[in-house]
């Protein structure tokens, strides 16, 4: 009997080892697939080098300069994607990849002063002398930043779902965000996790459960198409890391914003809490404030109205400043 019970569990561990290795080897085919795409996405951006070191960026479009900054997780193609997203007309989106994403290093001096003033330098050397600002998630630190610092460069600004200051000194890091940390390190799970765990990886990323079930089939391939563009996540990881950084050594002033100002932010975002948005509309009083009760980060359930609100807003803008 014990024979029988041992040749049992030895058969079945086979087995279970067999299904995981032609697992794995099926994936993996597919993985190396879009890895490959996504290596053709990132060859389409170039390098502008001064003597403060690269910066990553891409050009698309012919209308209205706007200078899209991206969250944790993102980089150039991200800003191009949500170009895509939330803007009907047919803007000059300029995106860069911010420090530590891509192809722009981390440098010695990270701050996020540092990092508005290589924007302010990259649109010198594209002969852009003014540009509408928009900060997404972990982007809207140094697009406060910008339109604080360069008010004659920045015809108006857009924070969405925006990070706006630091977490109070001695806040815990969420368990959630230590899986993600772990998760970026490894192109393959975070690929993995896109394929067979999308409401989970929407989870971890601020998207409620509740929220993504209600998801139209519209805002799903939104979805796919976000966790999509973050393909290979490793080279972003270092990038991720600099903002928490940056955040805790640096204030984000705003005492200096002249241009017209747009916030909006869902609060049930369980990533950037709501109280960033509350944040940035007190520090600009002149702002407007858009707040939706449901939404989750990036607010894709609330693609529509975001859209709207973001062509009124560049609608109302001073001719000059388009």
């Not at 990849?97 to 722009?104: E, K, P, V």
Request: glycine content about 8%.
């Amino acid at each position: 009997m014990k024979e029988k019970t041992r040749k049992f569990i030895l058969y079945s561990i086979v087995i279970a080892l067999s299904v995981f290795l032609l697992f794995f080897a099926f994936s993996y085919v597919s993985f190396s697939r879009d890895m490959d795409h996504a290596k053709e996405r990132l060859s389409t951006s170039e390098i502008y080098t001064t003597d403060a070191g690269d910066t990553e960026f891409a050009v698309r479009g012919a209308g209205t300069p706007v200078l899209l900054l991206h969250g944790a997780g993102g980089g150039f193609d991200f800003g191009l994607w949500s170009g895509r997203v939330f803007f009907t007309s047919n803007p000059k989106v300029i995106a860069v990849s911010r420090f530590g994403y891509l192809r722009t290093p981390v440098p010695k001096d990270a701050s996020i002063r540092e990092q508005a003033a290589r924007y302010h330098e990259l649109l010198n050397h594209l002969n852009i002398s003014k540009a509408v600002v928009v900060g997404t998630s972990a982007g809207g630190a140094s697009a406060i930043q910008f339109a604080n610092d360069y008010p004659d460069n920045c015809s108006g600004l857009i924070l969405i779902s925006a990070v706006s200051r630091a977490e109070p000194l001695g806040s815990e890091e969420p368990v959630h965000i230590k899986v993600i940390h772990q998760i970026q390190q490894s192109d393959y799970a975070y690929w993995l996790l896109t394929r067979l765990g999308q409401s989970t990886i929407l989870g971890m990323m601020g998207v409620p459960e509740d929220v993504f079930s209600r998801f139209t089939p519209e805002q799903k391939q939104l979805a796919q198409e976000m966790l999509d563009v973050m393909h290979p996540m490793t080279p972003r990881y270092k990038g991720t890391i600099n903002d928490a950084e940056m955040l805790i050594r640096d204030e984000i002033p705003a005492d200096n914003i002249t241009c017209p100002v747009l916030i909006m932010h869902a609060r049930d975002d369980a990533l950037v809490n709501y109280t960033h948005a509350l944040n940035a509309h007190e520090k600009i009083p002149h702002s407007q404030l858009i707040l939706f009760d449901s939404g989750g980060h990036a607010m894709l359930s609330q693609i529509g109205p975001v859209r709207e609100n973001v062509t009124q807003f560049l609608n109302a803008l001073p001719q000059g400043e388009k």
